[in-house]
């Protein structure tokens, strides 16, 4: 077996944290629907979150002479933030790409990346 991440980059959250608790939910109901579609395929969700907005992030970072500098908000050079991620494992990777297909409904875009060394 291989463990995947299955990222989502938040690039609506404006939007999220405008919507209404029936629009979480349609997120939340594709989300279900990708984890059956992904059992069916053999493989299963072993982990995951759904992250905090990128107002609330933290950055460390090297600074002058070696010091530690904390800046709030999102680092500044990144394209987009994440907004969740799903831990995957799974022997049949094109099932595990399928089975994302559906969650391209409720995201507007997903990334999936093999775990080294498993």
């Known amino acids: ?3 995947y991440v299955v990222m989502f980059p ?3 959250e404006t939007e999220w ?3 209404s608790e029936a629009d979480h939910q349609a ?3 594709t989300d279900l629907e ?3 579609l992904l059992a069916q395929r053999g493989g299963r969700i072993t982990g995951g979150a759904e992250l905090a907005t990128a107002r609330r992030t933290h950055v ?3 600074g002058p002479n070696g010091t530690a500098l904390v800046t709030d908000g999102p680092y500044a050079e ?3 933030q994440l907004s969740g991620f799903y831990l995957v494992t799974t022997e049949d990777e094109a099932g595990l790409l399928d089975a994302a297909h ?3 409904r409720s995201h507007p875009a997903v990334e999936i990346r093999p775990v080294e060394g498993t």
Do not use: Q
Request: avoid cysteine; charge should be negative; glycine fraction near 8%.
């Open 60 to 62: 460390v970072r090297r």
């Open 34 to 36: 990708f984890g059956r």
């Open 10 to 12: 938040a690039d609506r």
């Open 1 to 3: 077996m291989s463990d």
């Open 27 to 29: 997120v939340y109901d």
């Open 17 to 19: 944290e405008a919507g």
């Open 78 to 80: 990144s394209v987009e």
């Open 102 to 104: 559906v969650l391209l």
